[in-house]
């Protein structure tokens, strides 16, 4: 166990080294705390350590793309692998911690363009009677935390074109769930993001890329035994299905993608995580209700 915890120190600093960090705006990244002087909570789970909540905290983010577009943008709550050429992301990650889900700011609908990024990228025209929502990557519901992380999460840089009942059904469902692991686990680092076909379809004046389906991976750091899950939604809504019909291991979401997630994890550590079957301890809000 003791070995597990040392990779997992390991890991933070290499994230630390290279600067793979959740930001908080355009200041020097704290110091790591030690997950070993961490307290475990009521569920038995290591605390995530007080001190890191707010001023930010090291994550994992994915290898850089081959032969893909790709413009990384580091915003306050979230950073974005932003595709110029489909005008959508290639993958938006973050960390989500318990203490920011208790979080009440409301939501501002407040949709622009990013005014960090000079390269072309949607605008509202596109998605106007486009028959698509502007499906969030990074939900603003995660962002509740701080009033510049929620309104930098509405930059179009963050959005995908989503049918409105998969936006509000199966993946809004799965943005609360994340929710949900977040509150038992401490804290929990995320990567989602669209597959695009090869004949997938575009919309309006600027082409913006409607994905054939999402992909979405969360890795649990503080856990006794860190443990990743990965999962694959076609890009439509399936009523009654449950979340347990789209998990998969993130190796798996890893060939279907071809992204690297968690890569500055060791080597060791990554591996095991990413090949885990998703069993027992990934307990899910919607099974419980039929039970």
């Known amino acids: 166990m003791m070995k597990t915890w040392l990779a997992v120190l390991v890991a933070l600093g290499v994230c630390y080294v290279f600067g793979v960090y959740k930001q908080t705006g355009k200041v020097d990244v704290p110091a ?12 038995g789970q290591p605390s995530r350590p007080s001190s890191g909540v707010e001023a930010g905290q090291t994550f994992a983010l994915p290898a850089p793309l081959d032969g893909r577009d790709e413009h990384i943008l580091h915003h306050k709550g979230y950073v974005v692998s932003y595709n110029s050429e489909w005008k959508i992301p290639n993958w938006v990650a973050w960390e989500l911690t318990a203490h920011e889900t208790k979080a009440k700011m409301e939501r501002e609908d407040t949709f622009c363009e990013d005014p960090d990024f000079s390269g072309p990228q949607a605008t509202l025209a596109d998605y106007k009677r486009s028959g698509y929502t502007r499906g969030h990557m990074v939900p603003a519901a995660d962002m509740r935390w701080d009033r510049d ?81 990965g999962f694959i939604y076609p890009h439509r809504n399936k009523k009654g299905a449950r979340m347990s019909e789209f998990m998969m291991s993130v190796d798996e979401v890893e060939r279907r993608t071809g992204i690297d997630f968690f890569a500055s994890l060791p080597d060791e550590v990554e591996r095991k995580v990413e090949a885990q079957k998703p069993a027992g301890h990934w307990r899910f809000m919607d099974e419980r209700k039929k039970r």
């Not at 790591?32 to 569920?43: M, T, Y």
């Open 32 to 43: 790591i705390p030690s997950l070993l002087q961490a307290g475990e909570n009521a569920g």
């Open 149 to 229: 992380a929620m309104k930098e999460c509405f930059y179009l840089t963050n959005m995908c074109p989503q049918q409105a009942a998969f936006n509000a059904g199966n993946w809004g469902q799965l943005e609360r769930q994340c929710r949900e692991w977040a509150k038992r686990d401490s804290a929990i680092w995320i990567v989602c993001g669209p597959i695009v076909g090869r004949s997938s379809k575009r919309i309006g004046a600027g082409r913006v890329v409607v994905p054939d389906a999402f992909f979405k991976v969360v890795f649990v750091p503080y856990a006794k035994t860190p443990r990743a899950i």
